[in-house]
Nanobody
């Protein structure tokens, strides 16, 4: 199983970015998928998860600013990030849970997820 992220960049505070994660058709249509991030010296944390019954869970720190979405026809998971702050600086990872567990459960248990992309760097700085 392969997940390929893109879209990370250096952006100024208040700016926007859209991350993309291309997966196989099987994964997009059957797995729960999400975005996680890891800043230097910190543990990996959940950002947003979209489970296979369509339920979405966001971390409190990104609610109202980030939007997760999926385009099954393009086999792609997205993360639209608006009003970025320096605290959003991290490596962002796409992940897929082939057991298709609930989004609220996966958001806080990244260690339980078996499939990961290579990551894409987001840096928010002036």
């Amino acid at each position: 199983v392969q997940l390929v992220e893109s879209g990370g960049a250096l952006v100024q505070p208040g700016g926007s970015l859209r991350l993309s994660c291309v997966a196989s058709a099987y994964i997009i249509n059957t797995a729960s998928m999400g975005w996680f991030r890891q800043a230097p010296g910190k543990a990996r944390e959940g950002v947003a998860v979209f489970d296979n019954v369509g339920t979405i869970t966001y971390a409190d720190s990104v609610k109202g600013r980030f939007t997760i979405s999926k385009d099954n026809a393009k086999n792609t998971l997205y993360l639209q990030m608006n009003n970025l702050t320096p605290e959003d600086t991290a490596m962002y990872y796409c992940a897929a849970d082939k057991e298709a567990r609930a989004s609220w459960w996966l958001l806080v248990r990244p260690a339980q997820i078996g499939v990961w992309g290579q990551g894409t760097q987001v840096t928010v700085s002036s």
